[in-house]
């Protein structure tokens, strides 16, 4: 059963885009998939309410901020959304339930420097524990300076950028309706689902 963290302890960075859309993938590939949210804005869970009875189903588990408890045995595939300002314990308990963590980041210089620590943290948790992480640039262009200054970053850390996802009113729209990328025709999002081959490769791995 892999688990799949998504994590940034700066808030507004796209931990729920990211987790949401995680969790769709697996389900369209017909994964038993559970979207765990420790996240006190609860935003998975609010998704998981607007979600459509036909759209591929994907399941939940109540998690309390201060116990982070082990999914439910009988789950094939679990994502956990993660809120803001995760350190500490709660970071730790977090990695040791991770098969795979996955860091979403903008490429502005107050994000950079503001998941800095983190990262370092994450540094010793991984080669302590040994779980991969990767990186995911957040609404930006992969031919931009600022993807060159993000991708020079994560290098000097030793981690992997699992792809850059263009600002787009995409998934804006479909997670106002409870549904990814991965519950529509790809010909309506061609440009983003090239984006996640990547990192739907390194999911899989």
């Given at each position: 059963?892999?688990?799949?963290?998504v994590a940034?302890p700066?808030?507004?960075?796209?931990?729920?885009?990211?987790s949401?859309n995680?969790a769709g993938y697996?389900?369209?590939?017909?994964h038993a998939?559970l979207?765990?949210d420790?996240?006190?804005q609860?935003?998975?869970r609010l998704?998981?309410?607007?979600r459509p009875p036909a759209a591929?189903?994907?399941?939940?588990?109540d998690?309390?901020?201060?116990?982070?408890?082990k999914p439910?045995?009988?789950?094939?595939?679990?994502?956990?959304?993660t809120?803001a300002?995760?350190?500490?314990?709660r970071?730790s308990?977090?990695?040791k339930l991770?098969?795979?963590?996955?860091?979403?980041?903008?490429p502005?210089v107050?994000d950079?420097?503001?998941?800095?620590?983190?990262l370092?943290?994450l540094?010793a948790?991984r080669?302590?524990?040994g779980?991969?992480?990767?990186?995911v640039?957040?609404?930006?262009?992969?031919?931009?300076?600022?993807?060159?200054?993000l991708?020079?970053f994560?290098e000097g850390?030793g981690f992997?950028v699992?792809?850059?996802l263009?600002d787009?009113?995409?998934?804006v729209?479909?997670?106002?309706h409870?549904?990814?990328l991965?519950d529509?025709?790809?010909?309506?999002?061609?440009?983003?689902?090239?984006?996640?081959?990547d990192?739907?490769a390194w999911?899989?791995?």
């Amino acid at each position: 059963m892999p688990v799949i963290v998504v994590a940034n302890p700066k808030g507004g960075v796209g931990k729920s885009t990211l987790s949401t859309n995680i969790a769709g993938y697996y389900a369209s590939r017909g994964h038993a998939v559970l979207l765990g949210d420790i996240d006190r804005q609860e935003s998975a869970r609010l998704w998981l309410g607007l979600r459509p009875p036909a759209a591929a189903p994907i399941g939940t588990w109540d998690i309390q901020a201060d116990v982070i408890s082990k999914p439910p045995r009988d789950a094939r595939h679990v994502v956990i959304d993660t809120p803001a300002g995760l350190q500490g314990w709660r970071l730790s308990d977090t990695v040791k339930l991770a098969d795979r963590i996955v860091v979403p980041l903008q490429p502005s210089v107050f994000d950079i420097f503001a998941t800095r620590a983190f990262l370092d943290e994450l540094a010793a948790l991984r080669q302590a524990q040994g779980v991969p992480v990767g990186i995911v640039g957040m609404r930006v262009d992969a031919r931009t300076r600022a993807a060159e200054q993000l991708q020079h970053f994560v290098e000097g850390l030793g981690f992997p950028v699992l792809g850059y996802l263009r600002d787009t009113q995409n998934y804006v729209h479909l997670a106002a309706h409870g549904l990814t990328l991965f519950d529509v025709a790809p010909g309506r999002v061609a440009r983003d689902l090239e984006q996640w081959q990547d990192l739907c490769a390194w999911l899989d791995a």
